[in-house]
């Protein structure tokens, strides 16, 4: 006997991608539904590459009521009025967005790094997916931490328009097009142009100055891996369709070499390191897309501190910053708890 599957959200960038690892990953699942808001109701969406096609549900009037786990990749908005009717029906909730991420009462899970922490699920039957920034931080920084124990992290962020949604993506498109055509590029949804330009703000500025994304990275980080762990970023939009980039600084209590930090990294859970010292000898984020793995290149010490060391970080934001690690968190749920199929 398999799960009941419910993807909300399925028709956005995320939901769609969920629904294609659902299927590349053969998750045990019964039956799978596609759930969206009043506008998507009707719609067809592909289950992967399986040739099914499902006929996406109308959030308003969905019944969560014998499904087993929602994926939800719909906003803060729909999230807080519907996630809390899923749980409250019996459903588990694996949530992408940021509205729970810092409850006390809902584990903030990346499975290679925590998975311990998913056993706090049931205080409120929903488990939260951290920022996709954040996300592939951790899986590098997790395994460099068990060998020599991170005391900062200085991180700077290079975030596709992907991370903003099909807007951001249309945007970074139409102005491109515009500039070869000799047109004005104007901003719509981004502060400033987006093509062939970067932009040093994502979300909301705070009182410090810092953006809420920078924010999210720290409080995240912390709650994911430890509150001794400093760490500061800086979050920058560039004009790339697809794929997060991480150039990150680190310092450690106990000496760690270039060489031992990179046979750990190799080693690994959802890693691959690709780190040749030559000319192209590292990956970019067009070689991430539509690939699992938190990439690692440019491994090497920094002689500014005692025991430091810079690693480029890059990662397929809608895959293991969002979707994958969604599916990741529901099927180590399942081995650990639910025990199905």
């Not at 992967?48 to 906003?75: C, Y």
């Not at 994304?213 to 790339?240: F, H, N, S």
Request: glycine share 8%; hydrophobic share 40%.
């Amino acid at each position: 006997m398999g799960y009941k599957v419910a993807v909300v959200g399925a028709t956005g960038n995320v939901g769609r991608e969920m629904l294609n690892i659902l299927a590349e990953r053969e998750f045990p699942a019964d039956e799978i539904a596609a759930v969206a808001s009043s506008r998507s109701t009707g719609m067809d969406v592909e289950f992967g590459e399986t040739g099914k096609m499902l006929k996406v549900k109308n959030i308003e009037h969905f019944d969560f009521s014998g499904w087993d786990i929602a994926l939800f990749a719909a906003g803060s908005g729909p999230t807080k009025e519907y996630a809390p009717k899923a749980a409250a029906a019996g459903c588990v909730v694996i949530d992408n967005s940021s509205l729970y991420r810092m409850d006390p009462d809902v584990p903030l899970i990346v499975p290679e790094v925590n998975p311990e922490a998913i056993d706090g699920y049931k205080k409120r039957n929903i488990i939260a997916n951290p920022n996709c920034s954040t996300a592939q931080m951790v899986v590098a920084l997790k395994p460099l931490h068990d060998a020599a124990k991170i005391k900062r992290v200085v991180v700077s962020t290079y975030q596709s328009v992907s991370g903003s949604g099909k807007g951001g993506m249309d945007e970074l498109f139409e102005q491109s097009r515009d500039i070869f055509v000799g047109d004005q590029a104007t901003p719509k949804q981004f502060t400033k142009q987006i093509a062939f330009n970067v932009i040093p703000h994502i979300d909301v500025f705070l009182d410090d100055g810092s953006t809420k994304e920078e924010w999210k990275m720290v409080v995240e980080t912390k709650k994911i891996m430890g509150a001794q762990i400093k760490l500061t970023a800086t979050c920058v939009r560039v004009p790339v369709f697809v794929g997060h980039s991480e150039s990150i600084n680190i310092e450690f209590e106990e000496e760690l070499s270039a060489k031992d930090a990179s046979k750990i990294l190799r080693e690994a859970p959802g890693i691959m390191l690709v780190d040749k010292r030559e000319d192209g000898g590292y990956v970019t984020p067009v070689e991430c897309v539509g690939d699992s793995a938190t990439y690692i290149s440019r491994v090497r010490e920094d002689p500014t501190v005692e025991n430091g060391l810079n690693i480029w970080c890059v990662s397929d934001n809608l895959r293991k910053g969002a979707a994958l690690n969604a599916v990741q968190i529901a099927e180590l749920l399942g081995r650990k708890h639910l025990q199905k199929g």
